[in-house]
Nanobody
Framework: QVQLVESGGGLVQAGGSLRLSCAAS????????MGWYRQAPGKQRELVAA???????HYANSVKGRFTISRDNAKNTLYLQMNSLKPEDTAVYYC?????????WGQGTQVTVSS
């Protein structure tokens, strides 16, 4: 089992920044990939950014140039630096970890961007 705990969400004005953290614990050696998803009210959950293997990253077009995914392997922590935030970035942000035959999710952290 893998446990994921997100933190760092909050209320910010448009143009501001936030950094999300996702602390992983448990059987982390099984993890193949990790990423961030978000879900806005009335919308489907969507991929925001992810490490997709051997350090390669993937970003949704809507966040390219504004968000940066990073990780600290010594702390077993995944980060999402979000700059130039827009009201349309408002959502619950979830950390995700993929392992063989398993898919793990954190509890989510709310990000609200006011105009």
């Amino acid at each position: 089992q893998v446990q994921l705990v997100e933190s760092g969400g909050g209320l910010v004005q448009a143009g501001g920044s936030l950094r999300l953290s996702c602390a992983a614990s448990g059987s982390i050696v099984r993890i193949n990939a990790m990423g961030w998803y978000r879900q806005a009210p009335g919308k489907q959950r969507e991929l925001v950014a992810a490490f997709i293997g051997l350090g390669s990253t993937h970003y949704a077009n809507s966040v390219k140039g504004r968000f940066t995914i990073s990780r600290d392997n010594a702390k077993n922590t995944l980060y999402l630096q979000m700059n130039s935030l827009k009201p349309e970035d408002t959502a619950v942000y979830y950390c995700n970890a993929l392992a063989p035959m398993d898919d793990y999710w954190g509890q989510g952290t709310q990000v609200t961007v006011s105009s």
